[in-house]
Nanobody, 119 residues
Framework: QVQLVESGGGLVQPGGSLRLSCAAS????????MRWYYQAPGKSRELVAT???????NYVDSVKGRFTIFRDNVKNTVYLQMNSLKPEDTAVYYC?????????????WGQGTQVTVSS
């Protein structure tokens, strides 16, 4: 059974920092691209950051220079370090695992963790 369990969300003041974690089980973690998405109230889910199985990273423009995604293939965990948080970063953050092989395609989601940036 595949599980992605997020943690680390909470309430933080503008300018503050949070680190989200997503612990994976039931998959060969090192072979999956890992992503963080966010979904603000009344909006669609959007991709925030990606770290590929090979370690390459990519970010949406709005978080570049503030957020860092990284993975630990020993702990089967992906992280999102969020610095200089803004009120517009308020959203539910979801972890996503994606594997695309030559003849297979697998995708899994976590349950989400709430991040609220407010004074």
């Amino acid at each position: 059974q595949v599980q992605l369990v997020e943690s680390g969300g909470g309430l933080v003041q503008p300018g503050g920092s949070l680190r989200l974690s997503c612990a994976a089980s039931g998959i060969i973690f090192s072979t999956y691209d890992m992503r963080w998405y966010y979904q603000a109230p009344g909006k669609s889910r959007e991709l925030v950051a990606t770290v590929t199985s090979g370690g390459a990273t990519n970010y949406v423009d709005s978080v570049k220079g503030r957020f860092t995604i990284f993975r630990d293939n020993v702990k089967n965990t992906v992280y999102l370090q969020m610095n200089s948080l803004k009120p517009e970063d308020t959203a539910v953050y979801y972890c996503n695992a994606h594997y695309r092989g030559s003849d297979s395609n697998y995708e899994y989601w976590g349950q989400g963790t709430q991040v609220t940036v407010s004074s």
